[in-house]
């Protein structure tokens, strides 16, 4: 079977896979962090297995570009650059700023998040360094481009002014949890999720692409049921927490 063939049998399943992943979200709650339950097997340390599983997304990516043939475009360096920064915060500085005593994270999750992770930098960098027809530094000055990229930074900051704003919240060895203020958490539960759905949505936008695309339905599919499950956690768990506060988009939903 040709690569190409491969490739498009792995793109159409993010997109079919993130219809069920979205429902099926609603009903079983992902076990980790405030939705932590025993009974998903072998356990790790939280910190090691965010590192792990985010690491495909790193490695990947940096080996479909150096094996692509346009190392030297001025756009695909970008476009490297851009999913780096996300992935290199997210992989590495992230889980070394956690704190939370010693909270465990399911194997199991680990091996999902690795799965998809891997297939997720296959596709989009695969698609944009080697099987696209080559973007043009013209590109970089577009309005998709740019568009796509304010978008992208946006929601960066958003993401990690609110995971910092988390963080904060306990000390290096509690493990509990308060009501978070500050930054776009006076609007809405999840404005991490939030920004992170920005981000994505930028990236399609910016490469204007099919995979680019899939990533950014997962990532809707994946964090929307988690949102609405952390908001009404909020909700049962602190009775003063604020009635105003929406679930993920400021004064909308």
Partial sequence: MQEKTIYDLLLWTVFISSILIFVVLFFIRAPYGRHYRQGW????????????????AV????????????????????????????????TFIYPMLMKGGKKNFPILLIIFALTFNSINAYLNGRYLFYFSAP???????GPRFLLGVALFAVGFVINVHSDSILRNLRQEDENGYSIPEGG????????????????????????????????????IANLL?????????????FSSYPEDRKILIPFIF
């Fill in 41 to 56: 097997g072998l356990e790790t340390s939280a910190r090691l297995g965010w590192m792990v599983m985010e690491s495909p």
């Fill in 59 to 90: 490695l990947v990516m940096a080996y479909v570009f150096v094996i692509g043939d346009r190392t030297t475009h001025l756009a695909s360096v970008v476009f490297f650059l851009i999913w780096m920064s996300h992935y290199i915060q997210r």
């Fill in 135 to 141: 973007y043009t530094t013209a590109w970089l000055t």
């Fill in 184 to 219: 776009l958490f006076r609007y809405v539960s999840n404005p991490n999720y939030f920004g992170e759905m920005l981000e994505w949505i930028g990236w399609a936008v910016l490469t204007w692409s099919l995979p680019g695309l899939a990533f950014a339905v997962f990532t």
């Fill in 225 to 237: 049921p988690r949102a609405w499950a952390n908001h009404r956690w909020y909700q049962k768990e």
